[in-house]
């Protein structure tokens, strides 16, 4: 039922359980009672015939459509994961299908039930209608017929002889007002209040600062477990022979720019935009004695940095570029002594 | 009818000076709990005995404790609300309010596991500036998502019932709970329609709900059954734990339905014949578990690996051989000896008893479960010991009070008997029995 306009009257008749005739409905509608003016009250469900027609609501619809978008959202983010990281472990997929499956088997399961549940919130709050004050007696066994009628109608005299002769124990009329119950509306202030509390409440841990403060591994920082100086990994040699010279050294300009320029300048001046604020000043990469400075060289001081005077001037990169793009890199910076 | 609701509400409407006691004493309790939880936060987990290779200890036995005292509500209630067993009307709220607190402090010990628990939330996976993404091969994930969606559910469960109930405290009780009854009771007026949706949305929710309560424990299970760990790499696992849940849930049962009777004067609604059924539901559930048990065991020595048999050894025989044979006195031989003789089911006392003995023998056979496995791995150099530390000890009587002290709060907050459904029975006219 919608809200109740100025000029309806509600009439609300009470019966015993026992007395209350299946027909009155019947009754009723032929009366000329339209099937959304009328309501029954219970204090338990009636399943008797020639009630009321409720309203269908595809819940079962709904709540197999919702099972289904839970499974997909489960196979996206598990399944998903497995493709993003194409990685065997222990010879299955990171994400074996198996663990797909349980995984969007309680996704299925959680939005089936939240969106019953949620459709179900939804029409009840639409079944609401605020004027109305429930009958406490109600509970006690009695069933109430609420009719809300054209205030002025012939109908009304009908119906209210339809609902005696069905022996109502009490007929009563009320002028519909719009108005809303005192409590109703600081009820929904504070239902609103407690979950803005909650929201604020689940930032909470957001202040701590201790994942950023702790001695975490930064990039550009060298590795914690070094491999024995001069050691090379055995497969970049291989890797390395699968690049032409020009593809080598586009990838090495390519790395340079982004690991190497802000410091060293994009044309390896030494003029790059930190340069201001380091300690030493960055070599001129052009300059003839870096050039004259082998390849192996070049490729350590790339690898483990430089360091002068027990300070850090350089940082190593053999943690942050594998072995074949150092040597890119190194190529890149041999080549810039030909303008 | 009006009879009905006056028993009913009576539990909530007046409270006795022995109640106050009551909540004092456990909260007195709760408070050690949560102090020896805030050293322990304060100083680090090395306040528990946990160390290598004993990973897991109390806390994630009680957390497979109270996730499996959580069966009772969903299976007692769930099941037999499927069967359209009528005995359930007075047991299932008792039930579902105890899978709900259940759920909550099984949650709260996967907090106190946790080493740096401020940093929960990097659990969840959300995008975050570290790039940590939950870490989908663990079992221990897959039993996140499977808690998190019964918690839920179970929730939604018990609160479906008590929308109608709700309606009727909002008229019955003033003061600072009537508006939380009228936000809590959405407007429910009672009209065909409201009915109407409730009761859909009950029968959708409910073979689901039992669906998902197989699951969890299943996975708890797996959390064990798809490590290599001698003892715990077994295929038996999930029916295995998700029996011996229902198992202590309907013991637990047992234990509400007894006390909440007796103080509340419910016997009118609570009649000895739920402790007839609620037992012979026990010995199905004895049977079942022993016959598990009988065939992992069985498995494991007629195979005579060594690597096993140092774990059953020690069991059986060995070091853990008290705990193990007093859990078999309390889980078997107890529900068996007594509840297979029906006049002893008919005694309510009799049957709540058998009911303690069966949750204290499942807490021994959590433990159990847990620490000899991780006590003997392959390499014998590795062996170590366990057993719990003070903080342990306090956290989990701790949290047990808190159980009890919830239930004890909530008692006095929703009725613990859904008044709607036992006035539906009393129309249908088949009040008890079938």
Same mark, same amino acid.
């Given at each position: 039922?919608?809200?109740?306009?100025?000029?309806?009257?509600?009439?609300?008749?009470?019966?015993?359980?026992?007395?209350?005739?299946?027909?009155?409905?019947?009754?009723?509608?032929?009366?000329?009672?339209?099937?959304?003016?009328?309501?029954?009250?219970?204090?338990?469900?009636?399943?008797?015939?020639?009630?009321?027609?409720?309203?269908?609501?595809?819940?079962?619809?709904?709540?197999?459509?919702?099972?289904?978008?839970?499974?997909?959202?489960?196979?996206?983010?598990?399944?998903?994961?497995?493709?993003?990281?194409?990685?065997?472990?222990?010879?299955?997929?990171?994400?074996?299908?198996?663990?797909?499956?349980?995984?969007?088997?309680?996704?299925?399961?959680?939005?089936?039930?939240?969106?019953?549940?949620?459709?179900?919130?939804?029409?009840?709050?639409?079944?609401?209608?605020?004027?109305?004050?429930?009958?406490?007696?109600?509970?006690?066994?009695?069933?109430?017929?609420?009719?809300?009628?054209?205030?002025?109608?012939?109908?009304?005299?009908?119906?209210?002889?339809?609902?005696?002769?069905?022996?109502?124990?009490?007929?009563?009329?009320?002028?519909?007002?719009?108005?809303?119950?005192?409590?109703?509306?600081?009820?929904?202030?504070?239902?609103?209040?407690?979950?803005?509390?909650?929201?604020?409440?689940?930032?909470?841990?957001?202040?701590?600062?201790?994942?950023?403060?702790?001695?975490?591994?930064?990039?550009?920082?060298?590795?914690?477990?070094?491999?024995?100086?001069?050691?090379?990994?055995?497969?970049?040699?291989?890797?390395?022979?699968?690049?032409?010279?020009?593809?080598?050294?586009?990838?090495?300009?390519?790395?340079?720019?982004?690991?190497?320029?802000?410091?060293?300048?994009?044309?390896?001046?030494?003029?790059?935009?930190?340069?201001?604020?380091?300690?030493?000043?960055?070599?001129?990469?052009?300059?003839?004695?870096?050039?004259?400075?082998?390849?192996?060289?070049?490729?350590?001081?790339?690898?483990?940095?430089?360091?002068?005077?027990?300070?850090?001037?350089?940082?190593?990169?053999?943690?942050?570029?594998?072995?074949?793009?150092?040597?890119?890199?190194?190529?890149?910076?041999?080549?810039?002594?030909?303008? | 009818?009006?009879?009905?609701?006056?028993?009913?509400?009576?539990?909530?409407?007046?409270?006795?000076?022995?109640?106050?006691?009551?909540?004092?004493?456990?909260?007195?309790?709760?408070?050690?709990?949560?102090?020896?939880?805030?050293?322990?936060?304060?100083?680090?987990?090395?306040?528990?005995?946990?160390?290598?290779?004993?990973?897991?200890?109390?806390?994630?036995?009680?957390?497979?404790?109270?996730?499996?005292?959580?069966?009772?509500?969903?299976?007692?209630?769930?099941?037999?609300?499927?069967?359209?067993?009528?005995?359930?009307?007075?047991?299932?709220?008792?039930?579902?309010?105890?899978?709900?607190?259940?759920?909550?402090?099984?949650?709260?010990?996967?907090?106190? +596991?946790?080493?740096?628990?401020?940093?929960?939330?990097?659990?969840?996976?959300?995008?975050?500036?570290?790039?940590?993404?939950?870490?989908?091969?663990?079992?221990?994930?897959?039993?996140?998502?499977?808690?998190?969606?019964?918690?839920?559910?179970?929730?939604?469960?018990?609160?479906?019932?008590?929308?109608?109930?709700?309606?009727?405290?909002?008229?019955?009780?003033?003061?600072?709970?009537?508006?939380?009854?009228?936000?809590?009771?959405?407007?429910?007026?009672?009209?065909?329609?409201?009915?109407?949706?409730?009761?859909?949305?009950?029968?959708?929710?409910?073979?689901?709900?039992?669906?998902?309560?197989?699951?969890? +424990?299943?996975?708890?299970?797996?959390?064990?059954?798809?490590?290599?760990?001698?003892?715990?790499?077994?295929?038996?696992?999930?029916?295995?734990?998700?029996?011996?849940?229902? +198992?202590?849930?309907?013991?637990?049962?047992?234990?509400?339905?007894?006390?909440?009777?007796?103080?509340?004067?419910?016997?009118?609604?609570?009649?000895?014949?739920?402790?007839?059924?609620?037992?012979?539901?026990?010995?199905?559930?004895?049977?079942?578990?022993?016959?598990?048990?009988?065939?992992?065991?069985?498995?494991?020595?007629?195979?005579?690996?060594?690597?096993?048999?140092?774990?059953?050894?020690?069991?059986?025989?060995?070091?853990?051989?008290?705990?193990?044979?007093?859990?078999?006195?309390?889980?078997?031989?107890?529900?068996?000896?007594?509840?297979?003789?029906?006049?002893?089911?008919?005694?309510?006392?009799?049957?709540?008893?058998?009911?303690?003995?069966?949750?204290?023998?499942?807490?021994?056979?959590?433990?159990?479960?847990?620490?000899?496995?991780?006590?003997?791995?392959?390499?014998?150099?590795?062996?170590?010991?366990?057993?719990?530390?003070?903080?342990?000890?306090?956290?989990?009587?701790?949290?047990?009070?808190?159980?009890?002290?919830?239930?004890?709060?909530?008692?006095?907050?929703?009725?613990?008997?859904?008044?709607?459904?036992?006035?539906?029975?009393?129309?249908?006219?088949?009040?008890?029995?079938?």
């Amino acid at each position: 039922m919608g809200p109740v306009t100025e000029h309806e009257i509600t009439v609300r008749a009470l019966f015993e359980p026992s007395g209350y005739p299946e027909s009155l409905v019947e009754k009723l509608r032929q009366a000329g009672v339209p099937e959304g003016a009328m309501e029954i009250r219970s204090p338990l469900p009636l399943h008797e015939t020639g009630l009321v027609r409720p309203a269908p609501l595809p819940l079962h619809r709904i709540a197999i459509i919702a099972g289904l978008v839970g499974l997909v959202l489960g196979v996206v983010v598990a399944g998903g994961t497995a493709i993003l990281y194409p990685i065997m472990t222990g010879g299955k997929p990171i994400v074996a299908p198996p663990v797909v499956g349980i995984i969007s088997f309680e996704t299925m399961m959680l939005m089936a039930i939240v969106t019953t549940f949620v459709t179900m919130l939804i029409r009840l709050r639409s079944e609401r209608r605020d004027a109305v004050e429930r009958d406490p007696r109600i509970d006690d066994g009695l069933i109430e017929v609420v009719l809300s009628l054209p205030s002025n109608s012939v109908q009304l005299q009908l119906v209210q002889t339809l609902l005696k002769q069905a022996g109502a124990l009490e007929i009563r009329h009320h002028h519909a007002t719009s108005s809303i119950p005192p409590g109703v509306e600081l009820d929904r202030r504070t239902t609103a209040g407690m979950l803005v509390v909650a929201w604020l409440l689940c930032g909470v841990p957001a202040c701590s600062r201790d994942m950023q403060d702790q001695s975490s591994y930064q990039s550009q920082e060298a590795p914690r477990i070094h491999s024995p100086k001069g050691s090379v990994p055995r497969d970049s040699r291989l890797l390395r022979k699968s690049l032409t010279t020009q593809e080598e050294l586009d990838e090495g300009a390519r790395l340079f720019r982004i690991n190497c320029s802000h410091c060293h300048g994009r044309d390896g001046t030494g003029n790059g935009p930190v340069v201001a604020y380091l300690k030493e000043q960055p070599a001129d990469l052009r300059d003839p004695y870096v050039q004259g400075l082998s390849e192996a060289a070049l490729y350590d001081t790339v690898t483990y940095g430089l360091a002068v005077e027990g300070r850090d001037v350089m940082p190593a990169f053999q943690g942050e570029l594998s072995a074949e793009e150092r040597h890119s890199v190194v190529t890149y910076v041999k080549s810039l002594s030909q303008p | 009818m009006s009879s009905i609701n006056r028993d009913l509400l009576a539990p909530l409407q007046s409270a006795t000076p022995a109640y106050f006691l009551l909540l004092i004493v456990l909260g007195a309790i709760v408070a050690l709990g949560a102090g020896a939880w805030y050293y322990q936060v304060d100083t680090g987990i090395g306040q528990t005995n946990l160390h290598p290779p004993i990973f897991w200890g109390v806390y994630i036995a009680s957390f497979i404790f109270w996730v499996g005292a959580s069966h009772s509500g969903t299976f007692i209630s769930g099941v037999l609300r499927l069967s359209k067993a009528e005995w359930r009307r007075p047991v299932t709220r008792i039930a579902e309010l105890m899978t709900f607190i259940s759920l909550m402090i099984a949650t709260l010990f996967v907090f106190f +596991h946790l080493g740096r628990v401020w940093r929960w939330y990097y659990l969840m996976p959300y995008p975050n500036q570290r790039e940590l993404w939950p870490n989908f091969r663990s079992p221990l994930m897959w039993d996140a998502i499977a808690v998190f969606t019964y918690a839920t559910a179970s929730t939604i469960y018990l609160y479906l019932p008590l929308i109608p109930d709700f309606a009727l405290l909002r008229e019955r009780i003033g003061g600072w709970r009537k508006p939380l009854y009228r936000v809590l009771s959405l407007g429910w007026t009672g009209t065909q329609n409201q009915w109407q949706v409730l009761e859909t949305a009950l029968r959708i929710i409910t073979p689901l709900i039992v669906m998902v309560m197989v699951s969890v +424990h299943s996975i708890v299970g797996w959390d064990f059954g798809v490590s290599l760990v001698p003892a715990w790499h077994s295929t038996i696992f999930a029916p295995y734990f998700v029996v011996g849940a229902v +198992h202590s849930g309907v013991g637990l049962v047992a234990i509400g339905l007894y006390v909440l009777r007796k103080i509340y004067r419910l016997e009118r609604y609570i009649e000895s014949e739920h402790f007839d059924k609620i037992g012979k539901l026990l010995v199905v559930t004895t049977l079942v578990l022993a016959y598990l048990y009988f065939a992992e065991l069985l498995t494991i020595w007629y195979a005579k690996s060594p690597d096993h048999m140092w774990v059953v050894d020690a069991l059986l025989i060995g070091p853990f051989a008290v705990p193990f044979w007093f859990m078999a006195i309390c889980i078997y031989f107890i529900p068996l000896a007594t509840l297979t003789n029906p006049a002893f089911r008919r005694w309510p006392l009799g049957v709540m008893l058998v009911g303690v003995f069966i949750n204290i023998g499942m807490y021994i056979e959590r433990v159990l479960i847990l620490v000899p496995p991780l006590t003997y791995p392959r390499l014998p150099f590795n062996w170590g010991s366990y057993f719990p530390s003070w903080v342990e000890m306090t956290i989990i009587v701790g949290s047990l009070a808190l159980a009890v002290l919830l239930y004890a709060l909530a008692v006095k907050f929703v009725p613990v008997i859904s008044i709607w459904e036992e006035k539906e029975g009393l129309v249908h006219g088949t009040r008890h029995g079938t």
